[in-house]
């Protein structure tokens, strides 16, 4: 794709930078600089699906995460982006979160955040034995400690501290 060219690439790199300071309020005013008919594009999307999911816009945020996977199929992050929102917008939850990641999981079988993420949707749906077996995928595909540490802070994980602890 090519890139912007300014004044819009000067919009979105600032709205990048507002991002990076926590103002997703400014980034959002940057955003609405851009041309409308470039608004559409992948690069612009994913800063405006950034800007809903720090102002806690799930909605807005899960709409966007949807149509960056029409484009960007291949990026587990989008998938997992997608499930967080999804997990917390009106009319969502966790089944429906678990269901798109479950979707993504084949896709991306070595993808250890994909795997963390189902442990944590099966453990809140009460189904602790799938919920360790996503676990310890996650930790057979990625940083084991790092995973550990992670799932140890986690309350979606707390019904199984006590088994991770003894990991």
């Known amino acids: 794709m090519k890139p ?11 709205a990048i930078g507002w991002l990076g300071l926590g103002n997703w309020r400014e ?8 041309a409308p008919a470039l608004r559409s594009r992948p690069d612009v ?10 102002a806690e816009k799930w909605d807005m945020a899960a709409e966007i995460a949807r149509a960056l996977i029409q484009t960007h199929p291949q990026d587990p992050h989008l998938w997992i982006w997608f499930a967080y929102a999804t997990r917390r ?4 939850g966790i089944p429906q979160a678990k269901e798109i990641l479950a979707t993504a999981q084949p ?5 250890p955040l994909i ?7 099966e453990c809140q749906l009460g189904h602790l034995k799938a919920a360790w077996k996503w676990l310890e995928k ?4 990625g940083n084991p400690k790092e995973f ?12 199984l501290w006590a088994e991770i602890g003894e990991v």
């Not at 999307?45 to 720090?54: A, N, P, S, Y």
């Not at 896709?107 to 993808?111: D, G």
């Not at 996650?138 to 595909?141: G, K, R, S, V």
């Not at 550990?148 to 019904?159: G, Q, R, S, W």
């Open 107 to 111: 896709l991306f079988p070595k993808a």
């Open 138 to 141: 996650a930790f057979d595909t």
């Open 45 to 54: 999307l994913l800063i405006r699906f950034q800007i809903h999911f720090k």
């Open 115 to 121: 795997a963390y993420n189902l442990a944590c949707y």
């Open 27 to 34: 980034a959002k005013e940057e955003l609405e600089k851009i």
């Open 89 to 92: 917008m009106r009319g969502g």
């Open 148 to 159: 550990k540490l992670m799932a140890l802070d986690d309350p979606d994980l707390e019904p």
């Open 4 to 14: 912007l060219d300014p004044p819009d690439s000067h919009h979105l790199s600032a």
